[in-house]
């Protein structure tokens, strides 16, 4: 494998360290600081790391630091050159209002093999991978891609759930799947732990459709990938500086579908660790002089583990 366990282990250290440095944030009400000390955190470790590694996921560019920013180096320079993708926190209304579902992330792969995506919105769509590749599509109504989960599935519409960012854009959508009598699982953010709940049955999620953010949506797809699960996606430029933006960083085509391999190739780590609990794995829990984290990780073709760590408070 090109993408080492000690890589993978230094990770699951890093997303759990920078959950930890969240902790004091939760229930502050104030998700900017909040931020900053994950990002602060992951920063530094990641420097620490035998990598050469850019950032292609981030936020936001060089003038909005301190913030892990795309095109920032990352590592000592001495090791395998890789494409990064960081969200220090998904989720920072979560953890500012002490709300489920926070967590710190990182996805990793060779260089070339992570879409670099700019700060946009991304029309999403995701199943699990008992769906065949290729059935459900983006460009099909809300209708045909419900009747042909269903067909696929042997399930009435009653027992279908999608899960959808809860919001005005989405009102057509909402109403559409209300009239098709389908359940919705209706969030009000982190859209990264959304689309992964198509990955396993025991989350009752059937499909996750919408338009949330595009880092968020390349950040999906590669966990996404390893489980052999489906995603596509389609950017959305709206203003003629997200588009010049997008053309200097390579897109030709603005309007172009994304298959989950042209998101993500090749191999890939993705590393999750909780801040707040929520549906994919409990959030951090100080005990006595210790920290306890759980870590939900997939590399390359391997189901999703849970990883629990113990950190002592130094
Ligand atoms: C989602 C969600 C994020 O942004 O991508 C969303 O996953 C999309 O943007 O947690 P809007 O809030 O503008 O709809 C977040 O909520 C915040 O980054």
């Known amino acids: ?62 003038d909005e630091a301190p913030m892990l920013y795309i095109g920032e180096k990352l590592g000592n320079g001495e090791g395998p050159e ?21 967590m710190s992330v990182l996805a990793v792969a060779e260089k070339g093999n992570l879409f670099t995506a700019p700060e946009t919105y991304m029309h999403k769509i995701a199943s699990g ?82 338009i949330g953010g595009g880092p968020e949506g390349v950040i999906a797809a590669a966990a996404l990938d390893s489980l052999g699960c489906n995603f596509q996606g389609r950017f959305l430029f709206k203003t003629a500086e997200d588009k010049n933006r997008a053309k200097e960083m390579g897109i030709r085509d603005l309007n172009k579908k994304y298959e989950i391999n042209e998101i993500v190739k090749g191999e890939s780590i993705f590393c999750a660790t909780g801040i707040t609990s929520g549906d994919l794995m409990n959030g951090v829990i100080k005990k006595n002089e210790k920290f306890i984290t759980e870590t939900i990780v997939t590399h390359n073709k391997k189901r999703l583990e849970l990883i629990k760590k113990v950190v002592s408070l130094t």
């Open 129 to 210: 991978n008992h769906i065949p590749k290729g059935s459900i599509d983006i460009d099909f109504t809300v209708e045909k891609n419900i009747n042909i989960y269903s067909e696929l599935t042997n399930k009435k519409k009653s027992e279908i759930t999608v899960c959808i960012l809860n919001r005005p854009r989405h009102k057509e959508i909402i109403s559409e799947l209300q009239r098709l009598n389908v359940n919705l699982k209706l969030i009000n953010d982190g859209d990264v732990s959304g689309a992964l709940l198509v990955s396993d049955r025991k989350f009752s999620v059937d499909i996750f459709m919408g």
């Open 82 to 102: 890789l494409d990064i993708a960081v969200d220090p926190v998904e989720g920072t209304n979560f953890v500012a209002k002490n709300l489920p579902g926070s």
């Open 1 to 62: 494998m090109k993408l080492s366990q000690e890589l993978l282990n230094n990770l699951i250290e890093i997303t759990s360290n920078s959950a930890i440095a969240c902790y004091p944030y939760i229930g502050k009400n104030e998700k900017i600081l909040a931020d900053k000390a994950a990002t602060d955190v992951m920063r530094d470790q990641l420097n620490k790391l035998n990598i050469n590694g850019k950032v292609v996921i981030g936020e936001g560019e060089l």
